[in-house]
């Protein structure tokens, strides 16, 4: 990806002068920035890496597998959160890994984690390098030295059990080359996070994923059977067959253990034939708690569609001005809803006749496909137009939680009120949006999307707003996170999560297969 923004450059957004207008009219924001630095304004602190070292990384994975060059450095510096591409794109001398190094098998990653830990040298796992939350940030903590280990040569479909359903995919193996090495056999993934188009197969299980489509196909950690994990201690292969009731579940100990337990090597994941056919349909409901109650009858009536989302009023209005500022389609007022159908023809048309008949006794009017299609083709490109705002001189965030349904319009108000108190108290009065992005029987997601002026320290500006958020969650009874993961981020709000003791048991974990403390420090662990 670019070393400033999301994705690649080919697919930048520009903001039409209607919507530069729409900004300034609505929050203050100014489009008179300063050019943005170009990559050889980027300043790395030096390399710590020694000569001795480095021989011994070369020996160990060969020359080619080496790398201390900037640019490669640069990119590997953290993720993609709107604070990570502030810190991109400051001229002042920044945290980068020592080295990037490319293991090709997982015996490589294995010595290179014994060697580091013989070593003394901080290890940070890098799949596709799209964490929010500081999860791949070059923390070393105490170590002289720190190595992003970049798993992009783990990228191999190792088999494929078709009559089970179940695929063994490298872990640097990313979303669209899941798709393309299961689709050569007639199968898919179905794991489509906003992040798919880069995230990895490791990355997904490493932070406990959600795709789009969950409410077909599950979360990613549903969809795990085996794994395999290097750590500086040896390795562990889990997984021995579905529903095992061999003690507890040890795989749930690094589906979402982001590279602080030990390094996912390969996961064996369900699979599913590639859908015969797909529906769709857009609902309009006339006030977010009518809509999530239709969402939450249809789950828990067990007619769930394959994707089941749902945008506040306020997601809903900006979608509308933006249609109608560049002269598109203009989407419903109220409240948008989109579903879609995946599956045999009998089973869709089942499953569509059902989800139909609870969605509009529950109050949702169809409003036909075209809106859903229309969502389907622009839902990887979000990130391009935050990037576009923050250039234009608007701070755009987001963050997500999840609770129980009798819970969910509290946590969505207090969520709301904390970031529209902080960020109006800082002279910025914000935009606050919010979707159900995933359902469940017992409850829902919250994504909240966050749009307000840049302040004159935007870093400052947002940390004040992201620990209102934080503790307006733990005290609202939310979780700190839904899929995002914990990273550095969420890494204050732990505490409130798992407990002292829960914390404790994470450690004692943690000193089982990484006693020198050398895997992803400062990350997750409370």
């Given at each position: 990806?670019e070393w400033d923004a999301w994705g690649v450059g080919e697919f930048r957004k520009q903001?039409?002068?209607?919507?530069?207008?729409?900004?300034?009219?609505?929050?203050?924001?100014?489009?008179?920035?300063?050019?943005?630095?170009?990559?050889?304004?980027?300043?790395?602190?030096?390399?710590?890496?020694?000569?001795?070292?480095?021989?011994?990384?070369?020996?160990?994975?060969?020359?080619?597998?080496?790398?201390?060059?900037?640019?490669?450095?640069?990119?590997?510096?953290?993720?993609?959160?709107?604070?990570?591409?502030?810190?991109?794109?400051?001229?002042?001398?920044?945290?980068?890994?020592?080295?990037?190094?490319?293991?090709?098998?997982?015996?490589?990653?294995?010595?290179?984690?014994?060697?580091?830990?013989?070593?003394?040298?901080?290890?940070?796992?890098?799949?596709?390098?799209?964490?929010?939350?500081?999860?791949?940030?070059?923390?070393?903590?105490?170590?002289?030295?720190?190595?992003?280990?970049?798993?992009?040569?783990?990228?191999?479909?190792?088999?494929?059990?078709?009559?089970?359903?179940?695929?063994?995919?490298?872990?640097?193996?990313?979303?669209?080359?899941?798709?393309?090495?299961?689709?050569?056999?007639?199968?898919?993934?179905?794991?489509?996070?906003?992040?798919?188009?880069?995230?990895?197969?490791?990355?997904?299980?490493?932070?406990?994923?959600?795709?789009?489509?969950?409410?077909?196909?599950?979360?990613?950690?549903?969809?795990?059977?085996?794994?395999?994990?290097?750590?500086?201690?040896?390795?562990?292969?889990?997984?021995?067959?579905?529903?095992?009731?061999?003690?507890?579940?040890?795989?749930?100990?690094?589906?979402?253990?982001?590279?602080?337990?030990?390094?996912?090597?390969?996961?064996?994941?369900?699979?599913?034939?590639?859908?015969?056919?797909?529906?769709?349909?857009?609902?309009?409901?006339?006030?977010?708690?009518?809509?999530?109650?239709?969402?939450?009858?249809?789950?828990?009536?067990?007619?769930?569609?394959?994707?089941?989302?749902?945008?506040?009023?306020?997601?809903?209005?900006?979608?509308?001005?933006?249609?109608?500022?560049?002269?598109?389609?203009?989407?419903?007022?109220?409240?948008?809803?989109?579903?879609?159908?995946?599956?045999?023809?009998?089973?869709?048309?089942?499953?569509?006749?059902?989800?139909?008949?609870?969605?509009?006794?529950?109050?949702?009017?169809?409003?036909?496909?075209?809106?859903?299609?229309?969502?389907?083709?622009?839902?990887?490109?979000?990130?391009?137009?935050?990037?576009?705002?923050?250039?234009?001189?608007?701070?755009?965030?987001?963050?997500?939680?999840?609770?129980?349904?009798?819970?969910?319009?509290?946590?969505?108000?207090?969520?709301?009120?904390?970031?529209?108190?902080?960020?109006?108290?800082?002279?910025?009065?914000?935009?606050?949006?919010?979707?159900?992005?995933?359902?469940?029987?017992?409850?829902?997601?919250?994504?909240?999307?966050?749009?307000?002026?840049?302040?004159?320290?935007?870093?400052?500006?947002?940390?004040?707003?992201?620990?209102?958020?934080?503790?307006?969650?733990?005290?609202?009874?939310?979780?700190?996170?839904?899929?995002?993961?914990?990273?550095?981020?969420?890494?204050?709000?732990?505490?409130?999560?798992?407990?002292?003791?829960?914390?404790?048991?994470?450690?004692?974990?943690?000193?089982?297969?990484?006693?020198?403390?050398?895997?992803?420090?400062?990350?997750?662990?409370?």
């Amino acid at each position: 990806m670019e070393w400033d923004a999301w994705g690649v450059g080919e697919f930048r957004k520009q903001l039409s002068p209607q919507v530069v207008s729409l900004l300034q009219a609505a929050l203050g924001v100014s489009a008179e920035q300063a050019p943005p630095p170009t990559e050889s304004d980027a300043v790395l602190r030096p390399t710590a890496l020694t000569s001795a070292h480095r021989d011994a990384l070369e020996s160990l994975l060969g020359a080619e597998q080496v790398r201390t060059d900037d640019a490669t450095r640069l990119r590997h510096a953290g993720g993609k959160s709107t604070p990570d591409l502030l810190r991109r794109k400051d001229t002042q001398p920044q945290d980068a890994p020592d080295a990037v190094v490319l293991p090709g098998s997982h015996d490589e990653v294995l010595a290179l984690l014994q060697w580091c830990a013989d070593q003394s040298v901080a290890a940070v796992p890098f799949g596709g390098g799209t964490s929010v939350v500081g999860g791949v940030d070059p923390v070393r903590g105490d170590f002289a030295e720190v190595l992003a280990l970049d798993l992009r040569r783990l990228d191999a479909l190792v088999s494929l059990d078709a009559v089970s359903g179940i695929a063994v995919l490298e872990a640097g193996v990313t979303g669209p080359q899941a798709e393309a090495l299961l689709g050569a056999h007639g199968f898919s993934l179905g794991h489509f996070p906003q992040s798919f188009q880069f995230a990895t197969i490791g990355g997904f299980a490493a932070t406990r994923s959600s795709g789009q489509a969950s409410a077909g196909y599950g979360r990613f950690d549903d969809m795990v059977e085996r794994i395999t994990v290097a750590t500086p201690s040896g390795t562990l292969e889990l997984g021995r067959g579905p529903g095992s009731a061999a003690g507890p579940d040890l795989r749930q100990l690094f589906v979402g253990s982001e590279g602080v337990l030990g390094i996912i090597t390969s996961v064996a994941v369900r699979v599913h034939p590639v859908p015969e056919t797909t529906a769709y349909q857009a609902w309009s409901f006339p006030d977010f708690e009518t809509g999530a109650a239709a969402l939450r009858t249809v789950i828990q009536s067990g007619a769930a569609p394959t994707v089941m989302r749902l945008s506040d009023e306020a997601e809903t209005g900006l979608n509308l001005a933006l249609a109608s500022k560049v002269g598109g389609e203009s989407p419903t007022a109220g409240c948008l809803s989109v579903t879609t159908f995946e599956g045999t023809a009998a089973h869709v048309q089942s499953r569509y006749a059902e989800a139909t008949a609870v969605l509009t006794a529950a109050g949702g009017t169809a409003l036909g496909e075209q809106p859903a299609r229309d969502w389907e083709h622009g839902r990887f490109d979000a990130p391009y137009l935050r990037d576009a705002l923050l250039n234009a001189g608007a701070i755009v965030e987001t963050l997500e939680t999840a609770t129980t349904w009798s819970n969910l319009s509290n946590l969505r108000g207090a969520v709301t009120g904390a970031l529209t108190e902080s960020l109006a108290g800082q002279g910025t009065p914000p935009l606050v949006m919010c979707h159900i992005s995933h359902t469940y029987p017992t409850g829902a997601s919250l994504y909240f999307t966050v749009v307000c002026a840049q302040a004159a320290d935007p870093l400052a500006q947002w940390a004040v707003a992201k620990k209102a958020a934080g503790d307006a969650i733990v005290a609202a009874g939310g979780t700190i996170t839904h899929h995002h993961a914990v990273g550095r981020d969420h890494q204050p709000w732990m505490v409130d999560e798992i407990g002292e003791l829960g914390g404790k048991v994470l450690r004692a974990v943690k000193d089982a297969l990484d006693p020198t403390g050398i895997l992803n420090p400062g990350k997750l662990l409370p």
